[in-house]
């Protein structure tokens, strides 16, 4: 379970909720398993210790303690704030359910439960001896009860009822279920945009910043000047607007105020106080929206499951989950498969959070390159969430303003750069006049008739095949960004692919091996949804996701891009080119039995 972890949020800034009400259906079996099979300690509620949180331990044979109990646990919390347990000791009739036998695993606990008459029936006996009630009385009381049972069931019978009610009611009243690929304005004015980077470059008079800081914050005051944007300037953006326009952000994560790659520094400490100041929040005077952004313990589960609850609660506030590096979501796979992809389906039940997960193959080992992206393609049915990999500034902007503006909310999966977050990788002006563009044909403009080879990707491997491709003056291979990998755009990926000549070769290069990133799904897509077959290139599949030298990284990696665009001569990120690395990467491969052309 998540237990541990969950309490251990209990008093943390960014998580707590005033104290939580703890009730353990305590039934002394976990399925087949013993107690002292199943913990370590004498109670199973010895877990409060670690908050020193109060434990009322009480038979559930006797109703009138456990009403107790449960009044004292109510008055403790609402006058101490602090999370509370009840331990109600009790035992299952039937075991794990009414056809199983807990005979066969505890035979002896069981031989005294087949003797016990019931709790129902222990409390009437204990009333009628004390007088409070006669042996007419409970049987009377026992009869309402089935009675009005039986009259729900035939009504319920006569007329059927959803029992899931309704979602866009509360606080989610004025969303809708539907997904469209229709986009709110998210551009901002030209006025807005300077009054953000000025805010963004502020703190308060006498505040100390670290000097290492200072150009940095004079860069965000300078953009509306220098017109260059990276991924991390575009991700500020986005938080400081919607704050500034009444939005409330919530990101959480591990490091997320300073940023994994010391990238962000969305809250600044004094030097020498230590006191935070978070510039965002100070765009203009007395403005509605709030951005709080929290560093969280070290669990990913606990948390993530905390952020998707709260997403669930406060539709209206953007909440952002971030991955120290994108390969630990895999320890919150469970909120993930059971909650995120699954609750509109399963519940009919709306949810807005969005993961933001580092992700990237650059020489940093096989537990830091990957977010996984393949795992998530796999959940992707019915519209039940998005999945995007970004490969500009403008891009991320754009995307995150489109999360919290629009009348519906899904789950938003966000492949995010590494190394290129600094990077400028768009251009100032985009924020102002553009919007998200689920695809992106190439923007050189190539002599399209010219064309022999569509290159498709999606993410940061565009710019390291546009650099590859200047450095070898191709001119006849044009690169096209799948931007928006779930849901795709057919409209428009199809409108795109027609500016191109029939014979032109198709390929999908990604960095991920072949059994990971996004080849299996999108070669999928391309063909049942386009008639096209993609070749591949990139990666062999293998069982990790990247190799542990940074070297051989290098080395693969210009076997990529030499693959799809051709040589480029000796670069550091190469490597040493004299020992073959011919066996882990793939080439052009087209589909067995099938042509790398279209087929259409």
């Not at 300037?233 to 994560?253: I, P």
Request: net charge neutral; proline share 6%.
């Amino acid at each position: 379970g998540v237990v541990a972890e969950a309490l251990n949020m209990a008093g943390v800034e960014g998580y707590t909720v005033g104290g939580t009400i703890h009730v353990v259906i305590n039934n002394q079996v976990a399925f087949t398993t013993d107690p002292s099979d199943g913990r370590s300690t004498g109670y199973c509620t010895d877990v409060a210790k670690m908050v020193d949180a109060p434990v009322f331990h009480v038979n559930a044979d006797d109703p009138e303690a456990c009403v107790w109990a449960a009044r004292l646990a109510v008055d403790y919390r609402k006058q101490f704030r602090k999370d509370v347990f009840i331990d109600l000791v009790c035992f299952r009739k039937w075991g794990h359910n009414e056809q199983d036998e807990p005979r066969y695993t505890q035979p002896a606990l069981y031989s005294h439960v087949d003797k016990h008459p019931g709790t129902r029936a222990v409390y009437a006996t204990r009333l009628i001896d004390a007088g409070v009630i006669t042996s007419a009385d409970a049987d009377a009381m026992v009869e309402r009860v089935y009675s009005a049972m039986d009259v729900s069931q035939t009504s319920a019978k006569a007329t059927p009822r959803n029992p899931v009610p309704p979602p866009g009611k509360g606080s989610w009243t004025g969303f809708v279920g539907k997904y469209s690929f229709d986009q709110p304005k998210t551009a901002i004015s030209a006025a807005q945009l300077k009054d953000i980077c000025a805010a963004l470059g502020r703190v308060p008079e006498g505040f100390n910043v670290h000097p290492k800081l200072r150009g940095l914050l004079d860069s965000r005051a300078n953009l509306p000047t220098t017109k260059k944007l990276s991924h991390a300037d575009g991700e500020v953006l986005a938080f400081a607007s919607l704050a500034a326009e009444g939005t409330s952000v919530r990101l959480s994560g591990q490091d997320c105020r300073r940023g994994t790659f010391t990238q962000r520094h969305a809250v600044l400490r004094d030097e020498k106080t230590g006191v935070r100041y978070t510039p965002m929040n100070h765009v203009y005077p007395n403005q509605r929206g709030v951005a709080n952004i929290w560093d969280s313990p070290l669990s990913e589960y606990s948390v993530m499951g905390f952020d998707y609850g709260y997403s669930r609660g406060s539709p209206k506030t953007l909440v952002c989950w971030e991955g120290q590096f994108g390969d630990f979501a895999n320890t919150a796979q469970v909120v993930i498969d059971q909650y995120l992809a699954s609750s509109e389906s399963k519940w009919d039940r709306w949810g807005g959070l969005v993961l933001l997960m580092p992700h990237g193959y650059e020489g940093q080992g096989p537990e830091h390159s990957s977010a996984r992206l393949e795992r998530f393609l796999q959940l992707c049915a019915d519209d039940n969430m998005e999945v995007v990999y970004p490969s500009t500034g403008a891009q991320t902007f754009h995307m995150i303003r489109r999360q919290a503006m629009r009348n519906f909310r899904k789950p938003l999966i966000v492949m995010t750069p590494k190394k290129f977050l600094r990077v400028e990788t768009a251009l100032v002006d985009e924020l102002v006049d553009g919007a998200f563009q689920h695809l992106i044909d190439d923007p050189t403009a190539p002599d399209a008739k010219g064309v022999t080879r569509v290159v498709y990707c999606s993410g940061k491997i565009y710019h390291e095949l546009n650099d590859r491709r200047n450095v070898s003056g191709r001119k006849d291979v044009a690169i096209v960004r799948v931007e928006q990998l779930y849901p795709f755009h057919e409209e428009l990926a199809r409108r795109i692919d027609a500016k191109y000549p029939k014979g032109a070769e198709r390929v999908w290069v990604q960095e991920e091996p072949r059994n990971m990133g996004a080849y299996l799904y999108i070669a999928d897509v391309f063909r049942e949804k386009l008639g096209i077959e993609l070749a591949y290139i990139g990666r062999k599949a293998s069982a990790t996701p990247a190799t542990g030298s940074e070297k051989q990284h290098g080395k693969e990696q210009d076997k990529i891009l030499s693959a799809a665009i051709g040589p480029g001569g000796p670069s550091k990120a190469a490597g040493d080119e004299g020992k073959s690395v011919a066996g882990r990467i793939g080439k052009a491969e087209a589909p067995q039995g099938k042509s790398a052309r279209t087929a259409r």
